[in-house]
């Protein structure tokens, strides 16, 4: 229960983002003719934010291809392969839970994982698969009050999604503070900015992904002796 009240603890932050995200998503499926089993059911088994959103429109465009929702699905959520990466070992670590863990690994999850410290005396893992436990039911729970509120309350949610924008910003500055080495957060804040200029807010993402991960393995030498510093007891 310590590692549970804990985990709680962490994942305020995002209760209160993807109440008001899945809000939004539960609004648009309803709008668009599927009621609250559906969303129920797409955020359990899909789970993939953003992605979530772009299927409303498929559902009610009607679908090309498989193939082209499967291209749709990997564009957007590319980013998730550098995601997991950060992760190999530890998730490997985690036995049975592992699966879930690869699954649940959505970029709110991801930040609070990362700068995650549990005191001594808690369960490391158990704290991870209770953030990922948690914030599962947190967006299960908003998309499936948007589409019951949605089916009898007019809704503006206009802005809403700001609050995960809010949480990022807490996240970074945190990690800012307690990092030995700025350069990965300069790595990724330089090509993320270049990128944007150059392919706009839709297409900049991967690249930027893309040259962090390159800049980050060229200065490995550089980078893991003070990872160890920070990871040594």
Not at 105 to 121: F, R, V
Not at 128 to 136: F, K, N, P, T, V
Not at 207 to 233: F, H
Request: hydrophobic share 50%; aromatic share 12%; proline share 5%.
């Amino acid at each position: 229960m310590r590692e549970l009240r804990y985990a709680f603890r962490q994942t305020v932050p995002v209760l209160c983002g993807y109440l008001f995200l899945g809000l939004a998503f539960g609004l648009l499926l309803q709008q668009a003719g599927y009621g609250w089993p559906w969303a129920v059911l797409t955020s359990v088994i899909v789970y993939a934010g953003s992605m979530q959103f772009v299927l409303v429109g498929l559902l009610g465009g009607g679908f090309a291809s498989l193939l082209s929702v499967a291209l749709t699905t990997l564009s957007v959520n590319s980013r998730h392969l550098f995601y997991g990466l950060s992760f190999l070992e530890t998730f490997r670590k985690m036995g049975r839970a592992k699966p879930y863990m690869i699954f649940s690994l959505t970029d709110e999850t991801y930040s609070l994982l990362c700068s995650l410290q549990p005191p001594k005396g808690l369960d490391a893992d158990r704290v991870r698969l209770y953030i990922a436990l948690l914030d599962h039911a947190y967006w299960v729970a908003g998309s499936a009050a948007g589409a019951i509120l949605g089916s009898v309350l007019p809704f503006d949610l206009t802005g809403i999604d700001f609050a995960m924008t809010a949480l990022f910003v807490v996240i970074f500055v945190d990690q800012w503070r307690g990092a030995k080495s700025r350069l990965p957060a300069v790595a990724g804040l330089g090509f993320g900015l270049l990128w944007l200029v150059v392919l706009g807010p839709d297409r900049f993402l991967l690249p930027a992904l893309v040259c962090t991960v390159l800049v980050l393995l060229l200065c490995r030498g550089t980078l893991q002796p003070q990872t160890e510093e920070v990871d040594a007891p």
